[in-house]
């Protein structure tokens, strides 16, 4: 049986450590994309911003920390995210998976899980 099949999601991803070390490369890639930056530049507290990126990440990848933030269709009402914003979020995501060596199977399983949650984010 594959790694895969017997770990979680979050295990996979590296628990806590893992997932922190990638949503930190995550922001930073949003920062150096010009598609993106200034949404990110904008932010009043970005190490805020990564505190919940890490906490949304553990808790939809089945880890035991709480996320004590605000939904994804509230936190996105009114910002008018594109389709294009969208997908060069989930670049910056794949990239940063791929700089920690996350297997293409994890990695198929985020995109997955992010394409399900774009209802959430385009245009709302």
């Known amino acids: 049986m594959s790694q895969s099949a017997t770990l979680s999601l979050y295990e996979r991803l590296g ?7 990638i949503v930190h490369d995550v922001m930073d890639a949003h920062l150096a994309n010009p598609l993106i930056r200034t949404r990110f530049e ?29 939904d994804l269709l509230a936190t996105h009402k009114g910002m008018n995210v594109s389709e294009q914003e969208f997908l060069a979020v989930v670049d910056d995501i794949v990239g940063a998976l791929n700089r920690n060596d996350v297997d293409p199977t994890t990695r198929g399983e985020v995109v997955a899980v992010l394409y399900s949650l774009k209802d959430q984010v385009i245009r709302v």
Do not use: N, Q
């Open 42 to 70: 904008a932010s009043k507290d970005l190490d805020h911003a990564r505190k919940m990126a890490v906490e949304f990440f553990c808790a939809g990848c089945g880890g035991p920390e709480p996320y004590t933030g605000r």
């Open 15 to 21: 628990r806590f450590e893992g997932i922190s070390r």
